[in-house]
Structure formats: structure tokens, C-alpha cells
């Protein structure tokens, strides 16, 4: 699976959006983008995943560029519940590997 | 709506003992994985099973070992425990596919004495 890279942690005020990049330059054409974050000691939870097209659902959007490189998740409305490690993940369908996630510390 | 169920929550075991972590997928997921998470540390996978197959293996020691049944649960089986291996261990059950996101459970904190 492709290597992504992310910001190691990114603070946001309560009710503001928080857009959280992840670079995937070596993304393959059948691997697709998750976004999965982890609430202090909780299973991970699966967010949001998309290919090429952006995409959207109740807790997130996925902005992915043109090229595929990169891609960032929106969390339109962010609430001290959103705070958690998020984890971006180059997918091809064999296991997901967890690594180097962002740090997301939602601020009153 | 049903989630991942994994049983015990917690577990305490001393050093040389055995361990058996249980887990029961979502119905009509047939894959299931396991992973360990360290303090501190990143979940790392483990193994998982397709169709009660053996799928993928990654970082799992000898000591480990682990089954899907025919009801599709699956069991980790640790044995001949040490200190290291106190960790969060967390099952996730899916559909075979790329499309389609894990379920995770609470987890199992194992605790090694």
C-alpha cells in the first residue's frame, strides 16, 4: 500500500471547520483513500473512503485532488467529540495499515 | 444497529499463561481482522481471515495464533504471555472488497503480570 504522510497534530475552535491534509504521491490506481480516526483507547472508526471523485456523508467530506496525490477530510462543524487521532490510508483491498495519523485537538 | 462484539473487555494473565481473545463479526461480514495496539502506539495489524481462510499475516509472533469457525467468529489464542504483549487488541469484521470500511469493536485490554 502507498506510504501517506500527515501533519502530526492540527488544533481547531469548536464549531469551525478542521480540513485535514494527507499527501499519498504514490498512490496506485486501485488503492483508494480512507480516513479512519480513533477516540482515545476506542476502536478506530471508519470515516469516509473515495477513489477519484470527492465524496461526502453525515460526518465528513473527502476533497481529493485531480492527480490523486493528495486529499484532505472536512469536518464541516467540529465539536470537542471530534477529537481524536485521524488516520489517512492508501487502501487496496489486502489489510489497513494504521500509521503516522494526525493528532486533531478540538478547542472550546 | 449489531456491531463487532469482542470478549472479555479486560484481562488480566501473568507471565507464561494463555490467552484467548473472542470475537464476533457483524452478520454477513465474512472477514475479519486482528490488531494490537500498544501504549502509545498505532494499531498494528495482526492477521485476518476470509471465508474462515487465513487472508493476510502480518507482525503476529509464533506464540499467536488464531481461527475464524464456521459461525464466522474468530478466536486469538496467545500463548506463553510476556510483559510486551499488554496491549489493546482490536477485531474488525467487513465484506470482502475495497469499497467498503471496517468495523471495529471496543477492544480487549490484555494486561500481562
Known amino acids: 500500500d502507498a506510504k501517506t504522510t500527515q501533519p502530526t497534530s492540527m488544533d481547531c475552535a469548536e464549531g469551525r471547520a478542521a480540513n485535514l491534509p494527507c499527501n499519498h504521491s504514490?498512490?496506485?490506481?486501485?488503492?483508494?483513500v480512507y480516513w479512519y480516526r480513533q477516540i482515545h483507547s476506542q476502536g478506530p472508526q471508519y470515516i469516509i473512503h473515495?477513489?477519484?471523485n470527492n465524496e461526502t456523508n453525515e460526518m465528513a467530506s473527502l476533497i481529493i485532488t485531480e492527480d490523486r496525490k493528495s486529499s484532505t477530510l472536512i469536518l464541516p462543524h467540529a465539536t470537542l467529540r471530534d477529537t481524536a487521532v485521524y488516520y489517512c490510508?492508501?487502501?487496496?483491498?489486502?489489510?489497513?495499515?494504521f500509521g503516522g495519523g494526525t493528532r486533531l485537538m478540538v478547542k472550546p | 444497529a449489531a456491531g463487532v462484539i469482542q470478549s472479555p473487555r479486560h484481562l488480566i494473565k501473568e507471565k507464561r499463561e494463555t490467552a484467548t481473545l473472542k470475537c464476533y463479526p457483524i452478520?454477513?461480514?465474512?472477514?475479519v481482522y486482528w490488531y494490537q495496539q500498544g501504549p502509545g502506539q498505532d494499531p498494528q495489524f495482526l492477521i485476518s481471515?476470509?471465508?474462515?481462510?487465513?487472508?493476510d499475516k502480518g507482525s503476529i509472533p509464533d506464540r499467536f495464533s488464531a481461527q475464524q469457525f464456521s459461525d464466522y467468529h474468530s478466536e486469538l489464542n496467545m500463548s506463553s504471555l510476556e510483559l510486551g504483549d499488554s496491549a489493546l487488541y482490536f477485531c474488525?469484521?467487513?465484506?470482502?472488497?475495497?469499497?467498503?470500511?471496517?468495523?471495529f469493536g471496543s477492544g480487549t485490554r490484555l494486561t500481562v503480570v
Open positions: 474488525a469484521s467487513s465484506p470482502r472488497g475495497t469499497n467498503y470500511g471496517y468495523t
Open positions: 504514490t498512490i496506485s490506481g486501485n488503492e483508494y
Open positions: 473515495g477513489l477519484k
Open positions: 490510508i492508501a487502501y487496496a483491498g489486502n489489510m489497513l495499515t
Open positions: 452478520p454477513r461480514h465474512d472477514t
Open positions: 481471515f476470509y471465508e474462515k481462510m487465513q487472508s
